[in-house]
């Protein structure tokens, strides 16, 4: 297995060897019956805004026309609506809470095996370009992965922008619905379109070899603000979250309650909400103009037959659903993901599948897909039974979990019904299948205490609690 210090120096042979390592890496690659793979990960992407998944205002032909080429999951879901922890979830094919990862300051430790030791060991190049969001220091930043252009570099990062105004000085990008503004700065300076340059540089460079690439995106994460020429497809156009009865207000988690008064959601009039709502509308359109530059990119170098191609982000976007924005709760904006699988060789095209699936799935299953020895300790499953047909489904459950102002929480999805458990006490049941917008708590119903003592069983078995720890107001886990 190479690691990155050896990587470079493999990679310096090979250019030094010119054109008949080239040729020879080409034969090989002929010969050969592996599979590449490309993950392309976005953040805080709601499945609400995405046209495959229903949306029919937003644009995202990219992404529309890759959901047609493959398998699409209506019903797939991150393990914690927050960043970090979500993706070190993906990364280990483990809960957050099982690899010691709570919050966005928690680094994964060394001991906690990731993709990349799976598949360096079977030969692949592992590599991420763009954002993956690592904490700690050394290896801990990288977790065996060759990062040659760092987190994917350009001029302007997710926070900060430079405005050019009368003091000159480097401005906080607000995170607040009511101040989107248009982007002020070229869209090639944007950290996204670095990424894709990056992206596309590195499957040029390396179309010979065995590769596992995960091109990382920032957008559509606030703050909410794209180019004109994004904004002004939906200024005109945007529609409205579905309305929210006080009903429902009075039904939010303490932690969501608790938000929604913290950024004064309930001030923002109809005006501020579309004008913010255009703007991470087309941010994602955004994204979708660098999906399609990657894919575009494997048809000219004749790697689309043979590249698994997976479509997921770390978690939603409420962008004024039931009253709220940003994402740390369990609603479907938020916990859910656009879940898309596309591989012509072996995967059928134009499926859709309603089973409850995880980030955690995508692990085992490309173990599965790339015939890589599967880890022992992973907590999600593959998703080919369902894909063929050997499974219907029905007995998957997706799991997440959240720890946020001394609220631990965590959510089981089934077929029909979704559950949520809060330490502070709050519980809720949506029947998904009748009440897709979660409107109505059915938890205060009698005839469904049996089924609610069921899912609360199983979505807190194994799940590690430390009360010490949750009164500090750190974490909480349930032994």
Not at 228 to 233: A, K, P, T, V
Request: hydrophobic share 35%; aromatic share 12%; net charge negative.
């Amino acid at each position: 297995m190479l690691r990155t210090s050896n990587r470079r120096k493999f990679l310096q042979a090979a250019a030094a060897g010119g054109l008949a390592f080239r040729q020879v890496l080409k034969a090989r690659a002929a010969e050969s019956d592996d599979y590449n793979i490309l993950i392309i990960q976005t953040d805080e992407h709601s499945p609400h805004v995405l046209g495959c998944y229903g949306n029919s205002i937003v644009q995202t032909p990219a992404l529309d026309s890759l959901a047609s080429a493959g398998v699409v999951f209506t019903s797939a879901y991150c393990q914690d609506p927050i960043c970090v922890p979500s993706r070190m979830s993906m990364l280990t094919g483990r809960m957050g809470s099982d690899v010691g990862v709570y919050n966005n300051s928690d680094p994964l430790k060394l001991r906690y095996k990731t993709f990349a030791d799976s598949f360096n060991a079977a030969g692949y190049l592992t590599t991420i370009i763009g954002k993956m969001h690592f904490q700690g220091e050394g290896e801990e930043r990288v977790h065996g992965f060759y990062r040659p252009f760092g987190d994917g570099g350009s001029e302007y990062s997710w926070s900060t922008w430079q405005k050019d105004r009368m003091d000159g000085q480097v401005y906080l990008a607000s995170r607040l619905p009511e101040d989107a503004e248009a982007s002020d700065w070229p869209i090639s300076a944007e950290k996204d379109s670095g990424a894709r340059e990056y992206s596309l540089q590195f499957l040029e460079d390396h179309r010979y070899e065995k590769f596992f690439l995960i091109t990382s995106f920032i957008k559509p994460h606030f703050p909410f603000t794209c180019h004109e020429r994004y904004f002004n497809l939906y200024e005109n156009t945007v529609d409205m979250p579905p309305s929210v009865t006080q009903e429902m207000l009075d039904d939010l988690p303490p932690v969501s309650q608790n938000e929604r008064d913290k950024y004064g959601f309930a001030n923002l009039n109809d005006a501020q909400i579309k004008t913010a709502r255009a703007h991470y509308y087309g941010m994602v359109t955004y994204i979708d103009d660098q999906v399609q530059a990657l894919l575009d990119k494997l048809d000219e170098l004749n790697l689309r037959d043979k590249t698994i191609i997976v479509y997921t982000s770390d978690h939603g976007e409420m962008a004024g659903e039931h009253g709220l924005w940003y994402k740390n709760c369990f609603y479907e904006a938020s916990v859910g993901i656009p879940f898309i699988w596309s591989f012509p060789a072996r995967l059928p095209q134009g499926m859709r599948i309603s089973a409850p699936v995880m980030n955690m799935d995508i692990f085992p299953t490309l173990c599965d897909l790339c015939d890589v020895p599967q880890p022992d300790d992973l907590q999600g499953k593959s998703l080919l039974p369902l894909i063929d047909g050997a499974e219907s489904g029905a007995d998957r459950i997706a799991l997440s979990e959240n720890f946020r102002s001394k609220s631990a929480g965590r959510m089981i999805r089934t077929m029909q019904y979704k559950y949520t458990w809060f330490a502070d006490g709050k519980q809720q049941l949506f029947d998904m299948t009748a009440d897709p917008l979660e409107v109505n708590n059915l938890i205060h119903e009698s005839q469904y205490d049996e089924l609610v003592a069921a899912l609360k069983e199983k979505a807190l078995r194994g799940w590690r609690f430390n009360r010490e720890i949750h009164e500090q107001g750190s974490v909480m886990q349930i032994l």
